[in-house]
């Protein structure tokens, strides 16, 4: 049998199986197998399918095989448009982060969200990409950047009208601020911080959604003040 004829049965079945649920670990292993019959023929596809496993092995929460054919899968030249490499990149993020690599999520995430800047139809990604940044900065003690990355997130969200994602974001990097502050002079940008998001909530016609983001706001600002 012709060595292409060979490799499109191989990525017919990698096809079957994607509909299928429940049937992550063939899937992967279907996926792996068509690409080395690929590998000699098209570079773009061999590409595509360790995504295909890479994908299968984080829909079934094995993060560590994940991560291993991300990194192979994204090292080599992109086959598809910068928004669904910007997914993608996303997903590896967060196969990162649930394996406590919050650095390395965090650069992902953060390249991800740049691969969608100028994309007006996926302002939201590129708004998550950020927040999902500054929430792993955040885990691995990076204050600073991350209290930028929040504060980005923050208008990003700020632009799309998204009172409660904004909301979180400001109240997260006050926080930070506040807790890397030496002196109560020093924490009082932070203070100063919740007390312009209470009064910018304070401002928005009432609904279930501001009524949430103003009740957290003013504990949070109550232990702030403490």
């Known amino acids: 049998m012709a060595a292409e004829h060979l490799a ?3 990525a017919q079945l990698v096809t079957v199986l994607s509909g299928l649920p429940g049937r992550e670990a063939d899937l992967a ?3 792996l197998a068509a690409a080395g019959h690929w590998a000699d023929l098209s570079g773009d596809t061999v590409t595509h399918l360790v995504f295909v496993a890479a994908r299968a092995w984080h829909r079934a929460g094995r993060h560590r095989r994940a991560a291993e054919l991300f990194a192979r899968a994204i090292a080599a030249p992109a086959p598809y448009p910068a928004a669904e490499m910007a997914v993608l990149r996303g997903q590896y993020g967060r196969s990162l ?3 406590g690599e919050h650095a390395r999520a965090a650069r992902h995430y953060l390249a991800a969200a740049h691969l969608v800047r100028d ?3 996926h302002a939201c990604l590129r708004a998550e990409l ?3 940044a500054a929430s792993a900065l955040d885990a691995c003690g990076a204050d600073g950047p991350a209290a930028l990355a929040y504060l980005r997130a923050a208008d990003l969200w700020g632009e799309l009208g998204r009172i409660g994602p904004r909301a979180r974001c400001l109240r997260s990097a006050a926080w930070l601020r506040f807790w890397s502050a030496g002196t109560r002079a020093q924490r009082q940008p932070s203070i100063d911080a919740l007390r312009a998001l209470l009064a910018d909530l304070e401002g928005l016609a009432p ?3 501001v009524a949430n983001e103003l ?4 504990r949070q ?3 702030m003040q403490d």
Do not use: F, I, V
């Open 8 to 10: 499109r049965l191989h």
């Open 29 to 31: 292993a279907a996926a």
């Open 97 to 99: 982060r649930l394996l």
């Open 119 to 121: 994309a007006a139809d």
């Open 130 to 132: 950020t927040w999902s």
């Open 207 to 209: 609904s279930p959604e």
């Open 215 to 218: 009740d957290h706001t003013r």
């Open 221 to 223: 600002l109550a232990d």
